[in-house]
């Protein structure tokens, strides 16, 4: 089955040529296997755990695709029904890898694929609940990919010690000397492995952290954390998540980090800005490296501040909280949320040792295992 094929029956343009089916079944169990066991004998041959090699993850996404393919071809159905929509869209699905079990090592964590609107609708009503371990995913209805993000250490550490940092400071908002800005701050909250879709477009966006007041919908702060060959398109997300929120995502937080020594960091703010013609597009307002390609601080950097309205609409905002969390202190005392250079720094550091250790881990059980 050649590449062209696959793109075709993933975006729901394909029509199967016409021939026996039983050669025709026999064929692909055999073509399937053969690029399995092509994909493993490699692994297995290289003996170790790298970085720099896509070999695990393609592995992965074989072992998905055979799996899931020979158990269509076992219960093929009739030919008249090989270019139904139903079959395509599960021929679409068996290509997502969606047997992970553990934290990937690879070093492309990030794949995309051509995938219908229907598939998508397919995908997140059977197969989504069975993914394993740290799984996450996008779907772009516009331009019809959906896009795999594989849980990584250094993914899990730097996105807890972001959204910690930041709890932290609500928690110590919440006693404010302003009664006004203790019971707002109280209404903001993390979400977790909560996704956000958007039901008028049809895509879905899965966000490394996010906030929300506890009266809406959307988060109104989205955090984003690019760590892998493949970069996150972050300024797409970005503009995804206010359009599809139509504005109710107020404020979304990239950040992209030298892959895969982890020295160079930096972030990048968007906020939503309405053109003249009345749609929404994401706007940069900031963009600052952190930490410099040697591994140390920049000292001009002077790290993320939110105030307490960009976590929800305006709407949501009492008229009498307004003016007062638009000023940065308030009766000697920070109303905003900060997060540091140094501290993302720290995080980072964090990160990239616990993701080490990881590695440094699987090549030990990998030889325990060749011995």
Known sequence: ??????????????????????????????????????????EEEKGDV??????????????????????????????????????????????IPINQHKPSLAANTYLEFPFS???????????????????????YSDTRKIAIRMGTVFHSIFAYNVGDQVANDLR??????????????????????SPVDFAEDGSWHSPDVAFAHIGAYYPGVVFEISFSEKKLPLQELAQQYFRGSDGEVQVVVGFDIEFPDAKKGKFM?????????????????????????????????????????????????????????AQR?????????????????????????NHQLAMAHARAQQQKQQA
């Not at 908002?173 to 993390?190: S, V």
């Not at 501040?305 to 969390?325: E, G």
Request: aromatic fraction near 6%.
């Open 172 to 193: 110590i908002r919440k006693y404010h000397p302003e009664k006004l800005i203790a019971d707002f701050a109280a209404q903001i909250k993390q979400r977790t492995d």
């Open 50 to 95: 790298s970085d720099n090699s896509n070999t695990a993850a393609a592995a992965v996404v074989v072992a998905a695709l055979h799996s899931a393919a020979v158990a269509s071809v076992a219960n093929a159905p009739p030919r008249d029904a090989e270019t139904d929509p139903d079959t395509k869209t599960r021929l679409a699905i068996s290509q």
């Open 117 to 139: 609107l229907d598939a998508h609708k397919v995908f997140l009503k059977e197969f989504q609940d069975n993914w394993g371990y740290g799984l996450r995913h996008d779907y």
């Open 1 to 42: 089955m050649g590449n062209e094929q696959v793109s075709s029956m993933i975006s729901g343009d394909f029509d199967p040529a016409a021939g026996e089916r039983a050669t025709d079944q026999q064929d692909q169990k055999q073509e399937l296997a053969a690029e399995e066991m092509d994909v493993v004998k490699k």
């Open 329 to 353: 202190t308030y009766l000697g005392h920070d109303t905003g949320i900060h997060i540091p250079a140094f501290e993302l720094c720290n995080f980072l550091t964090m990160a990239h040792t």
């Open 269 to 325: 703010v968007w906020k939503k800005k309405e053109t003249k013609h009345g749609k929404i597009k994401a706007h940069l307002v900031l963009e600052e490296e952190f930490q410099h390609s040697d591994g140390k601080l920049n000292k001009d950097c002077k790290g993320i501040y939110l105030n307490l309205a960009d976590f929800c609409p305006a709407r949501m905002i009492p008229d009498d909280v307004k003016p007062i969390i």
